[in-house]
């Protein structure tokens, strides 16, 4: 009989996996016989064990007329991998309870046929909601066709971004800067536009995690047309971490050798304007199998991404400052009237010692008004 605490130790369990495993879902494993835990696992990173697998593995008996509990339905294809029905059909497994079926057309209901084909009773539709939840970048990878976008922004307690004279560092204090890292270690990419180098000379690592932690996430730089500096430290450390630089099809072919010598993985991508076309910039993405992107970028870039409606999710930090002047956030973004403004929505606060995380999604007015 299904029991939901051994869902919720599988969604827990499904956690050591966040930011691991990409692009698989992180998915978590219980199994249970006579009511006790026997083995708990979750998805490895991308070509080693699925979570099925793994929690199979660490039975130290038999898991013969044993119970599942699976936060995403069973894959049922040849990947990287076999399918982990397979491995769960030879097991002896006798019921399977799955949080979620898979929307990926490759499974889709036929991990569950398979399970029900060799005799294994199976039940699904559990904790949909908080499934949905921990799994929301792969869920719009597949659903979307494209990378999942977190947009984070640090700004003053009056909206300001930087101050007059473009000074911005720091507008927020140390423990934000951690959490921001903590997120850069959990995303597979992270974007910013060639303003930015310039402006900042970041570096875009993980630099304020557990060091036995740190995966440095890989770099996008929207530069349309190659003028990122020779001495930013991005340049400097492309030996050091993958980054990929986007341009337009008419940028400067010596630079472009320059910037590959150095070690930069160059694509170009169709352009409008002055402006690469962000639609192009995800599908490149979404093609080289990421999808998790973390958008930390100025005004213009963030301005292109709210108004090509990318922004799956978003974050504001405040600091404890009032800069005043006017470089605030979003003075281009077109929105003439409050009925034209983004609602965010299911937002959350947290409290960053005397800073202040918000974060939310957004519903654009299209679903409003399909809605509506």
């Known amino acids: 009989m299904y029991n939901p605490i051994f869902m919720k130790e599988a969604i827990k369990a499904a956690e050591n996996a966040r930011g691991k495993c990409s692009p698989n879902p992180f998915v978590g494993v219980v199994i249970v016989r006579d009511g006790l835990v026997i083995a708990t696992g979750w998805t490895q990173a991308y070509g080693f064990d699925h979570a099925e697998v793994n929690a199979l593995n660490k039975v130290t008996d038999t898991a013969v007329d044993a119970e599942m509990y699976v936060t995403l339905e069973p894959c049922s294809h040849y990947g990287k991998t076999p399918p982990c029905t397979q491995a769960i059909i030879r097991a002896g497994i006798r019921t399977v309870y799955i949080g979620l079926i898979d929307p990926n057309p490759m499974v889709a209901g036929s991990g569950i046929k398979q399970l029900q084909d060799a005799g294994i009773t199976v039940q699904s539709g559990f904790m949909q909601d908080e499934i949905e939840l921990q799994l929301e970048y792969y869920l719009v990878y597949i659903q ?213 995380l918000v974060s939310g999604y957004p519903k654009y007015n299209h679903e409003a008004h399909n809605s509506s």
């Open 144 to 356: 979307k066709c494209r990378p999942f976008v977190l947009w984070k922004t640090a700004l003053s307690l009056d909206g300001k971004f930087r101050a007059e004279d473009g000074s911005s560092r720091w507008i927020s204090n140390t423990y934000s800067r951690r959490y921001v890292h903590c997120l850069r270690n959990e995303c597979d990419v992270v974007m910013t536009g060639v303003n930015t180098v310039i402006n900042d000379d970041p570096l875009l690592n993980v630099r304020y995690c557990a060091k036995a932690l740190r995966r440095d996430p890989v770099r996008a730089i929207l530069d349309p047309y190659l003028q990122i500096p020779i001495t930013s430290r991005i340049v400097q450390t492309l030996s050091k971490q993958r980054t990929y630089i986007f341009h337009a099809d008419d940028c400067p072919m010596e630079k472009r050798e320059t910037l590959r010598n150095f070690g930069a993985e160059l694509i170009a991508v169709k352009s409008q304007g002055t402006a690469l076309d962000l639609n192009c910039v995800m599908n490149e993405l979404y093609d080289r199998k990421h999808y998790l992107i973390l958008l930390e970028c100025g005004g213009l870039l963030s301005d292109a991404f709210w108004s090509e409606r990318l922004i799956d999710k978003c974050i504001f930090i405040y600091g404890n400052k009032i800069v005043g002047g006017k470089q605030a956030l979003f003075s281009g973004l077109d929105l003439p009237s409050i009925s034209d403004a983004i609602t965010i929505e299911r937002i959350k606060v947290h409290n960053l010692h005397d800073n202040i």
